[in-house]
């Protein structure tokens, strides 16, 4: 008797060793494209850091060569200091803040029910309500063009609707788009209630007057003798008086007298502003203010170029790796284009700008292809030549510049970075479309070799019929 044999098994095994090296070769193939498009992902993004770090410093307004202020005694003076600040050393002395005009106007008067003046005090239906902002002469305050800022006027009858309240006349006049910059609110006390009003401007031009004026029409004037008191200023108690913010400069007594309307005095020396944050006692020490290049703010940012630069460098250094008996080789080691990217960014930072190089500042470049700073080399040009930091770095057309054009004609749309990808997609493409081919191959060497199997089995199964025959 002959054995018959398993036909699927085998065929299936017949048909894997026709396309079994195939199959590695394209699996080997694909892991080895995935492993470089992780890799050109990881170079995209850390060129778009390096891009963005480097943008960050070239974009910004202000000048690499900065200035700070140091203030002997902070609790009384906040100083901001721009780009085209000059060293300066002053005594100031804080002598006054700033102030908005605020009264406040209390009735204890009732309504014709008897009840309190309250938020919901219904208004009378005639009178006129007048809310005005002087300067300390008693004219109107003039807008930025110039011309004169009028008062509101409210006409009860006409600008508010039948059964208005006090609280709706409030929220008219706090919303009005021709408020001249004043806020009105409602206080209740023990049974009082006032009416605060308060300048949106501080200084001694913004004087607040208020006034309610009977219009001849309403019957029973009398009756209307709370708003008048709401809106008097000979019933009002001043709470804050209009007043500018007074600030020295040298010793209290003789000091070199500034005011402002605002606790902030503008430009008081080139390009430096102070906000006074509360008011000095006669008789205390003067404030030192010492306005000077700040040398460390220049190295900060001289330091992040040189931190995004290594960075930089250090992912290139993964990626383009060799490799060898204890390291493994890097995903791009066989991308010359990669280097190539390398080699131009490197090349721009070792480049002469503006007559000088980033070595001769104190930014240099080692052995290892690290970048440092040279604190002796960039002391002295601080000391000596402190311009040319932004003329090698921020001018047009200088590093920074020249550094942007190059890294984008990697990162675009259109760059080497993104085209490289897009090829070793397609490579994928191709892969996955070859094994789909192999499977196909495949199905076909395993149809084949199941028949042949199967066929030998039924001549088996025919031998061993016949073999039976001559059995005794």
Known sequence: ?????DAAALAAQFATLEVSASRERYNERTDRIDDQRVGLGSLKTALSSFESSLAAIRDDSSPLLSSSAIISNPSFFEVEVGENALETSYEIFSQQLAQRHTIANTTTAVDGAGNSISGSSL??????????????NGSSRTDIDGAPIDPLTVDLASDLPPSSTLKDLVDFINSSSANPGVTLSLVNSNGQLSLMTS?????????LLNSFTEDGLDPDPAANDWLQSLFSMNNSSQLAAPQNAIMKLGNELTGLTL?????????????????LKQAMSSGDETVELVVAADKSATRSKLNNIVESYNSLMDN????????GEESERGSLADFAAVKSMKRQISNQFRSEYSGSTLFSVGL???STGEMLINSSRFDQTYEQTPDIFDAILKADNGLLDQVDEIVSSFTGITGSVQSKLDYTQQQLDLIDQKLLNLDNQYERQYQRYLQQFTSLNAVIDQMNSTSGLFAF
């Open 199 to 207: 300048s949106q401007i501080s200084g001694e031009d913004a004087n």
């Open 259 to 275: 005011e402002s309307e605002t606790n902030t005095f503008e430009n008081v020396f080139d390009d430096v502003s102070i906000t």
């Open 316 to 323: 290139f250094d993964f990626l383009l790796a060799s490799g």
């Open 123 to 136: 208004l009378p239906e005639f009178g006129i309500i007048s809310i005005a902002l002087n300067d300390a």
């Open 1 to 5: 008797m002959f054995n018959t044999v």
């Open 364 to 366: 240099e470049i080692d």
